[in-house]
């Protein structure tokens, strides 16, 4: 519609305060056995939408640098982003939570996908203004605790 495409040309003069590039980290399964995955996220404005995302995997260990497109929205004190990969059938969901007055240079949630032994899975995700350094990551990730003892729930 017209109106969103006016929109679009008044706000994209002023910068949202999610715009820019984000590092996103999260806990994921890969042969039974969890890793630390890596990608990078780019927050626009968009014009059908409030903030469109586009993402890339910085996962070595993939043979495939995946990429991701999506959306992001912001609900309550969430960050929601919901994205698909470009080369394979997929849907990923992501809820971060925002605390208020939400200029946070760091944000913690989950995410929900298939992890690399193809099954549904949840985990941790951390999405970061800055990288993150291997060591800074791990000391955070021991953090986290999702339910006592377990940081994964898997549907197989």
């Given at each position: 519609?017209?109106?969103?495409?006016?929109?679009?040309?008044?706000?994209?003069?002023?910068?949202?305060?999610l715009e820019g590039s984000w590092y996103g980290y999260y806990m994921i399964l890969e042969n039974g056995k969890p890793m630390i995955g890596k990608e990078i996220l780019q927050i626009s404005k968009g014009v059908f939408h409030d903030l469109v995302v586009r993402g890339e995997s910085l996962n070595p260990r993939t043979s495939i640098?995946?990429?991701?497109?999506?959306?992001?929205?912001?609900?309550r004190n969430f960050l929601i982003i919901q994205m698909r990969p470009t080369g394979h059938d997929e849907s990923i969901?992501?809820?971060l939570k925002r605390p208020i007055p939400g200029n946070?240079?760091?944000m913690y949630g989950l995410w929900s996908a298939i992890d690399f032994d193809t099954n549904n899975a949840v985990g941790p995700m951390i999405l970061s203004k800055d990288r993150l350094e291997d060591s800074e990551l791990r000391e955070i990730m021991e953090k986290i605790t999702v339910l006592p003892e377990i940081r994964f729930m898997r549907v197989t």
């Open positions: 519609p017209l109106w969103k495409l006016l929109r679009f040309f008044f706000r994209r003069y002023s910068r949202h305060h640098q995946q990429k991701y497109r999506g959306i992001a929205c912001e609900e969901f992501i809820r946070d240079e760091v």
